[in-house]
């Protein structure tokens, strides 16, 4: 009766997705745990993606709104966001996002891009890196590493909301070792093909979304 009943709610759960993602779904309910384990973490990649997905654009939200003028809720990263059930470190993501809500809006969308990167390396970071200031202030000078490097004029601009964010994670004044590893990591290329893919598949992606009516 127990596995039965599993599987009746996993393809209650399939039909969710299927329904958010637009996509098909199996209606037949798994016959053996071993189906029923494949299907389940098919769906959990499949949330897992969802989340981040819809956590990156919420932030990409706030990070482009005016100070104190986001339309995203703080609780709802936050709740996304790995430490959602480790008070100590959904504190510290509160505080990383509620500085950004507070801040002025980030008009250049190549600094824009690399304070998103930088906030939701903290989201999606695993709670014992988010309490660890080493930890966390490593995890945020690698995910901004990713990203493009941004034009040379707003480099500084963009190094310094990077250094900010990493203040406001450890609690702690960044020291100007670590600004200049901040600064390394942002003006320091990233991979230049795999710079050159993203560049194409986001043309590629916006024009789906035209032909899908997004």
């Known amino acids: 009766m127990r596995f039965e009943d599993l599987a009746v709610r996993l393809v209650a759960v399939e039909a969710k997705l299927a329904t958010l993602t637009g996509t098909s779904v199996n209606t037949d309910n798994a016959s053996s745990i071993n189906e029923l384990d494949a299907r389940l973490s098919v769906v959990e990649a499949q949330v897992d993606q969802l989340i981040t ?19 995203v809720a703080v609780g709802s990263i936050v709740a996304m966001s790995a430490s959602a059930d480790v008070p100590q470190a959904a504190d510290v993501v509160a505080d990383v996002v509620i500085a950004q809500v507070e801040a002025a809006a980030i008009a250049d969308p190549e600094v824009a ?3 998103a990167a930088a906030v939701a390396a ?20 690698e995910a901004v590493a990713e990203i493009p490097a941004p034009s ?18 450890t609690g702690e004044e960044v020291k100007p070792e670590m600004h200049e590893e901040i600064v390394a990591a942002v003006t ?17 992606e916006a024009k789906v979304d035209s032909l899908l009516g997004k």
Do not use: F, G, M, S
């Open 113 to 115: 891009a690399i304070v």
């Open 188 to 204: 320091t290329p990233a991979d230049p093909a795999l710079d050159e893919i993203e560049a194409r598949l986001n043309v590629a």
């Open 152 to 169: 040379p004029e707003v480099a500084q601009a963009a190094a310094a909301a990077v250094a900010e964010i990493i203040a406001v994670a």
């Open 122 to 141: 903290v989201v999606a970071a695993d709670p014992e890196v988010v309490t660890d200031p080493v930890a966390i202030a490593t995890a945020i000078t």
């Open 53 to 71: 997905e819809k956590t990156q654009k919420q932030i990409e939200a706030i990070v482009a709104a005016p100070a104190d003028a986001a339309t």
